[in-house]
């Protein structure tokens, strides 16, 4: 797994056009995921943990839910401000990575392209 500790890390990676296409693709497929729905992200949030450990301090679909309510809007705010720095710094790339994640996930009907442009153009 790739990733950053700090979103200020990120942000620092981006003024510099040190963003490849494939980690903007990965910030919007971020972006993206924090607008399914709530028993989308607690099947997500839960997968891996144990259904009924008597070992475990709290249920874990109420851990889930916690987790879900304080960290959604953090990754959406964190991932959206990435891609606005990202449409200053490097539209090309991230042209290229909308596009690349509009025909991996909507081909039909190019709705996550609208959804990103409709976001990060604002």
């Known amino acids: 797994r790739r990733g950053v500790a700090d979103t200020r890390k990120l942000h620092n990676r981006v003024v510099e056009g040190l963003l490849s296409t494939q ?3 990965l910030v919007e497929k971020a972006f993206l ?3 399914a729905k709530q028993h989308l992200l607690e ?5 891996g943990l144990p259904a009924d450990d008597k070992q475990a301090p709290s249920d874990p679909a109420a851990e889930a839910a ?4 304080q960290h959604v809007p953090e990754i959406r705010r964190e991932a959206l401000g990435v ?3 990202s449409q200053r710094t490097e539209p090309g790339r ?3 990575a909308t596009d690349a994640l509009n025909e991996d996930e909507t081909p039909r ?3 996550v392209k609208m959804l ?3 976001y990060v153009k604002k």
């Open 23 to 25: 980690d903007i693709f």
């Open 33 to 35: 995921q924090t607008f």
């Open 43 to 47: 099947r997500l949030y839960t997968q």
């Open 66 to 69: 916690l987790m879900i309510e």
């Open 83 to 85: 891609l606005r720095l």
């Open 94 to 96: 991230l042209d290229t």
């Open 109 to 111: 009907n190019g709705q």
């Open 116 to 118: 990103i442009e409709h």
